[in-house]
């Protein structure tokens, strides 16, 4: 955020500079089920964003220690492969990773009944294959699918969605340039039917107007994406009964 | 549905058997011949923001390959080359059986030996690499990235980083270099895998056949019939004219699988 | 071709359910509403609304019959894998032999597949399991599968419909462990033929007209099976 240039990110037509208006999404898909290893799995491309995630549990937590008597435990890990950055990536989490698995976790742990669990662990992959600004939103709304897919129960889908500014102008969905040279930035999760925030961040500069404007242009577009989410998941069953005509 | 914990880790004596007797009639748990790999298919430029890449799925494992290109500093024994490396990492979303942390020593024995082949069969010319000798060459990253684990993770990674090697650009242009060249290329070895079950030996194993297996052989060869890596493993043996027989069958299959590494198979998307 | 076939409805975690009736499994109420807690197909039984998920671990019931796997050895039980959130201790009093202390690993051991009952469950999720009865017993020869264990009861089918089918055509021995462990055993074409079978019945598992389609299949499949029970 914030880095001065002399980038236009916003034309005197008020397009942006990939030609969406202020409060378009970029164009995603995604689809449900994809690996077969793992108890659930989803793929999300978002704009340039490929991300896939894995959920592995419910089962008995290890160490020990890390049991909680009375629910289960949601470790959520986000992971960027080397080659998903322009400037190769060295393998490993560092801080931000670290930071960003924390805040998924305890997002996703909203929605999760995890008192029928005691306990055990419930691990959630998210890989960014390629990274194309918003990787932690796009990640969460796969994880949420993914659990849906393993057949965990939840009280509510989660929706990633940012919305942020760039040239004054509040916009939703910002993409890798807005990224780098807008003015700010923030990243939300958002339960689709009660239209609670699980994920809250932000960075850059704002008016408590700007602020509240992007915020609410990010819940409207959670519905959208939430909708695709409930396509997603119904249409892996139809499919999978179209294969075998 | 998944397996994932069931059949993870301890194998039940059921299987080895029924994998044995299956083996005795000729046929696998999935009904392939002993010598037939299974679907491969290759997707290359699968991540454009990469330099080069492939999506690789060999039956049911899927790898990802990605290649980055940046300048650096050469070996000081190898001043006029550029620098390959090769890391591998095997996902935790891959397999229950596979942990979160640094490299174990199985993802540096896949790493090590994708690495061999390509280096060993010269299949880039680094000497085209050098920017300015003995000061600044081009290294190539090649990581190779495990997505879903059904056996026999050398093969889907090799051929991934073969595929994503052929489709790589060297972006000179980004670093004020001059222009942007296709990374040149000058042999295409590609490893076959072999599992010994029982007395037999069957290629390209798969989960169910690579955990009861108790030898393996990887053998990498090139479009002229040179041998250019191998690697045994597992505590079992072979003897030496299964190790012929192993070659053999690896420079047959390998034939089949360069066409399609080299075949027009970057059209493929989603 | 989504026409061809009635696909049950589908709902998702957290979607409102229309159909009127008490809260029966896999809902939750909330002002006065019904929501499913998973993504799967509604179900209405005896004024009752369920939700049965079309995927998830296997959530052990006091008197399932299961199918485990030995995984490790103490002087006193055994640990068992019965593709449960937790582990299964098996007891050296809950087998049919007499085990002296130490001695396990003579009787079963690690990579043993068992047929085993659940024997007690409670709150905390730790469960036990006995072979102390009729018919439990070491399953030796063939090959094990796994199946989502929510699509258990479509392969058992009707009364034991389907597996009957399975059975009939293609001369195998079946068990359906309620934890969606399979054990088949019989000529390597048959469990193939069969395999093949379970994984149509678990994709196809929401749709209507499953057991027509099913029968189809064995009919192509049917081959030299016929009667070759070992």
């Keep these: 955020m ?57 089962h008995e937590a290890y160490p020990k220690h890390m049991q909680e008597a009375d629910k289960a435990i949601v470790r959520a890990r986000y992971s960027m492969a080397p080659f998903s950055v322009d400037e190769r990536k060295r393998p490993g989490p560092d801080r931000r990773a670290i930071e960003l698995s924390k805040v998924i976790s305890e997002a996703l742990e909203s929605v999760i009944f995890v008192e029928k669990y005691p306990r055990t662990s419930i691990d959630v992959y998210i890989e960014v294959l390629q990274a194309d600004a918003g990787t932690r939103v796009a990640g969460i709304t796969a994880a949420s699918l993914a659990l849906a897919d393993a057949g965990i129960p939840m009280k509510d889908m989660i929706v990633g969605c940012a919305a942020g500014k760039v040239d004054d102008v509040v916009v939703l969905d910002l993409n890798k340039e807005e990224d780098n040279f807008g003015q700010a930035d923030v990243p939300m999760a958002i339960m689709p039917r009660t239209k609670e925030i699980a994920l809250l961040q932000m960075d850059g500069d704002m008016t408590y107007e700007e602020l509240t404007t992007a915020m609410e242009m990010a819940m409207d577009a959670a519905q959208k994406i939430h909708e ?18 | 549905m998944s ?168 972006p000179a242009s980004r670093y004020d270099l001059g222009d942007d060249f296709k990374l040149p290329m000058q042999h295409y070895p590609v490893p076959v895998t072999f599992a010994k079950i029982g007395n037999w030996i069957v290629a390209d194993p798969n989960l169910d056949e690579e955990s009861i297996a108790s030898a393996r052989l990887t053998v990498t060869t090139s479009e002229e019939g040179h041998i250019n890596a191998m690697q045994k493993g597992l505590c079992g043996t072979f003897t030496y004219e299964e190790v012929q027989k192993v070659i053999n069958m690896s420079m047959n299959i390998g034939g089949k699988v360069r066409e399609v590494i080299l075949g027009d198979s970057n059209v493929k998307e989603d | 071709m989504e026409g061809k076939i009635a696909i049950r409805k589908i709902v998702v975690p957290g979607e409102e359910i229309d159909e009127k ?37 296997y959530i052990p019931k006091k008197g399932d019959k299961v199918i485990g796997k030995i995984i490790d050895l103490a002087p006193m039980n055994w640990v068992v894998d019965i593709n449960a959130p937790y582990y299964a201790p098996l007891h050296v009093n809950d087998v049919p032999w007499r085990v002296d202390f130490g001695d396990t690993g003579r009787y079963l051991s690690i990579g043993d597949v068992i047929l085993a009952k659940v024997s007690n469950v409670n709150e905390l999720g730790q469960v036990w399991i006995t072979m102390k009865e009729q018919g439990l017993r070491k399953l030796e020869g063939g090959h094990v599968i796994k199946i989502s264990p929510f699509k258990v009861p479509r392969v058992i089918g009707k009364g034991g419909s389907m597996i009957q089918m399975l059975k009939d055509y293609t001369g195998c021995r079946i068990y359906v462990g309620q934890n969606g462990v399979i054990w088949i055993s019989g000529p390597p074409e048959g469990i193939i033929t069969v395999i093949k079978a379970i994984r149509m019945i678990e994709n196809e598992a929401h749709t209507y007209g499953l057991t027509d389609r099913v029968k189809e299949f064995l009919e192509e499949n049917r081959g030299e099976n016929d009667g070759n029970e070992e």
């Design chain 1, 228 to 245: 695709m989410q409930v396509e997603a998941l119904k249409r892996k069953y139809v499919k999978e009964v179209d294969k075998n005509e």
């Design chain 1, 2 to 58: 914030g880095m001065k240039s002399d980038i236009k990110l916003i034309d005197d037509n008020g397009l942006r500079i990939d030609g969406r208006l202020p409060n378009q999404l970029r164009p995603i898909k995604m689809e449900v089920g994809i690996l077969k290893r793992a108890d659930g799995s989803a793929f999300v491309e978002w704009g340039g964003n490929k991300i896939m995630a894995a959920v592995y549990g419910p």
């Design chain 2, 3 to 170: 397996n994932s914990k069931f059949t993870a880790g301890v194998i039940p004596e059921m299987q080895r058997k029924y994998i044995h007797k299956l083996a005795s009639q000729g046929t696998r748990v999935d009904g392939r011949h002993f010598d037939e790999i299974r679907k491969l298919e290759v997707t290359k430029g699968y991540i454009p923001r990469a330099e080069g890449s492939a999506l690789v799925n060999l039956g049911n494992t899927r790898v990802l390959v990605g290649v980055k290109i940046e300048p650096g500093t050469p070996f000081p024994d190898t001043p006029n080359m550029g620098i390959l490396t090769t890391n591998a990492e095997l996902a935790p979303l891959a397999s229950p059986t596979f942990e979160p942390g640094p490299p174990g020593e199985e993802a540096i024995e896949l790493a090590r030996v994708v690495d061999r082949g390509i280096r060993e069969g010269h299949a880039i010319d680094l000497e085209k690499l050098v920017i300015e000798e003995g000061e600044k060459v081009w290294i190539v990253f090649i990581d190779i990235h495990v997505l879903d684990y059904d056996g026999n993770l050398f093969d889907a990674s090799g051929y991934g980083a073969l595929a994503a090697l052929t489709n790589a650009i060297v």
């Design chain 3, 21 to 57: 009736g008490k809260p029966g499994n896999g809902v939750f109420v909330e002002n006065g509403k019904l929501y499913s807690a998973y993504l799967g197909i509604v179900d209405i039984r005896a004024g009752y609304v369920n939700v049965i998920p079309l995927s998830g671990c």
